[in-house]
């Protein structure tokens, strides 16, 4: 008689907990997790070692798109520089760079170094006689854009690396691979450095901004290629190690030069992000500024704001459109105390400020028509 209710009770709850397991099961088609299996080494390292052979459609699709990617960079369309992005096979010989270091297969690792040096040097000789052959001495906003890299492209880099990397560990996700490229824009950076070699001299970079010389355009964009070489192999080894392929005592020091490589590429990288935080910063504060004095600021136009960071010293260089004697000294040395006041915390103990106001004319017209 004891055990009868135990064994009710056990009745109760196995009605009270299969019910709602019932209900979910069919609400949710039975949906779960799925815990994929890692690709055999093997089947990884025979694909690693076709991406690695620089092959004709490998150099055919390469310099399809340098074309789209310059043409798209000069004529300052971003549709045409994405596609290039996804035609763009650089993304493979990295990636088996990164698997030869884990795996200690040095000529592997040779091969694909090789391809990515060819790679390169054919994006920027493309580019170049493009940019050489054209009449073009005006930059858009799509080449000047990567002539400043800093810190948070190199993290873009980083997370791109790990995404492509483990993207090959597993069959059904293989195809994002794709939009990894997008993401990284490998050649992109490489076209500008043509650009800035075959166009020469003093670019005028876009409509109001200060002219550029072609060796801040080629040397900024030949940095933000690497930062994305180095955060992608890097990265990528990591993965590839997490996944139980190759070894991590035969790939120390090889993971460590890479390392090394980053950490002095972060020196220039971190200096270009305190400079794209103190711009922002000061154009936040101009537009608090246009809130605060609409009277004076809504009759400008400010054409350009660039930051030069050396040190703890700002060199700050605005561009202004205004009605001639609107801003009075008055008013520039109340923008230059707001301005030292707003980016004084943010490690700047000087600021060397210069304001260039182009006199403009301002005509309105207001006309009214109305049927009869």
Known sequence: MKKRPKLLQSLLKI????????????LT?????YLEEAVPEVEIAHAREVASIPSFGFFLLLI????????????????????????????????????????????LYKRSMITVFLGVLAVILVSYWISFLMPISVVGSEVVARTSPNLIDLGIAIVAGAAGSFSLTRQSIGSSIAGVAIAVALVPPL???????GIGGELAAGIGRLSITNLNVSTGAFLLFMANLAGITFTACLVFLSQSYGSFKKSFQTIL????????????LSNSLRE????????????HMRRDSPEIWKMTQVRYLGV?????????????????????DEHLDSTKERFFETVSGMGVNAMDLNI???????????GIIEDD
């Open 257 to 268: 030069i890479w390392l090394l490589i980053m950490g002095i590429l972060s020196g220039p």
């Open 308 to 328: 030069n960071m050396k040190g703890s010293t700002a060199y700050v260089t605005i561009l202004v459109n205004a009605p001639q004697g609107l801003l009075t």
């Open 191 to 197: 076209c500008v450095v043509g650009i800035g070699l």
């Open 64 to 107: 399809c798109a340098t074309l789209l990617a310059t043409l798209g960079l000069l004529s300052n369309s971003p549709a045409v520089i994405i596609g290039a992005m996804i035609v763009a096979p650089l993304m493979n010989p990295i990636l088996s760079m990164a698997f030869a270091i884990v795996t200690a297969n040095w000529k």
């Open 29 to 33: 088609a039975s949906w779960r997790i």
């Open 356 to 366: 260039r106001i182009s006199p403009v004319k301002i005509r309105e017209y207001q």
């Open 276 to 287: 794209f935080l103190v711009s922002n910063r000061l154009s936040l504060e101009m537009n």
């Open 15 to 26: 009605t009270l907990f299969r019910k709602p397991w019932v209900f979910w099961k069919a």
